[in-house]
């Protein structure tokens, strides 16, 4: 049964929204993946956004560009967390972080970078470490494999310099 659901208001926003996917596919979290929009389908967003729960989804991540309200709509109508990716607009490039991060007190939706999907899923997965010990022993290793990856460049630059190190 899917913990997670990836929520996104077109599929222009695909491509930014499979590295959520991906990620918790890492992770080993079920999810499912929809195209609901808060402005062309609003009663499938209601419909989604109250059965949530029930569904056995714990964690929503929603994409949205442009005036972006869909996380906002599904957090008002959720008890369950929501975590918004602002998508980069063409025309005015922020406004949909704008638009996410300015939620009216009372309906919190947590806010990723713009086009962050995939720290959208390690925060859901954070979320659900609470809950299953098998998703925190996961992320433990995914933040343990980061730092050795940081420590091996670092290690690497030293060894060689910068400007060997730009070269490849």
Do not use: W
């Not at 957090?75 to 406004?95: E, F, N, Q």
């Not at 609470?130 to 670092?154: A, S």
Request: proline share 5%; charged share 30%.
């Amino acid at each position: 049964m899917a913990k997670v659901g990836i929520v996104m208001g077109s599929d222009s926003d695909l491509p930014i929204m499979k590295d959520a996917a991906e990620m918790l596919e890492k992770f080993g979290i079920e999810y499912e993946i929809r195209i609901i929009s808060a402005h062309r389908t609003p009663e499938k967003a209601y419909e989604y956004a109250k059965t949530a729960e029930e569904r056995g989804i714990e964690v929503i991540i929603a994409g949205a560009g442009g005036a972006a309200h869909l996380p906002g709509v599904l957090a008002a109508l959720t008890t369950v967390p929501v975590i918004g990716v602002p998508i980069r607009s063409k025309i005015l490039g922020i406004d949909s972080l704008l638009s996410i991060v300015q939620m009216p007190s009372g309906i919190p939706v947590a806010t990723v970078a713009i086009d962050n999907a995939k720290n959208a899923a390690i925060l859901a997965a954070k979320i659900l470490a609470i809950k299953y010990p098998e998703v925190r022993e996961r992320v433990k290793e995914y933040m343990e494999d980061m730092k050795k990856k940081v420590e091996e460049k670092d290690k690497k630059l030293c060894e060689i310099g910068y400007k060997k190190y730009l070269e490849g």
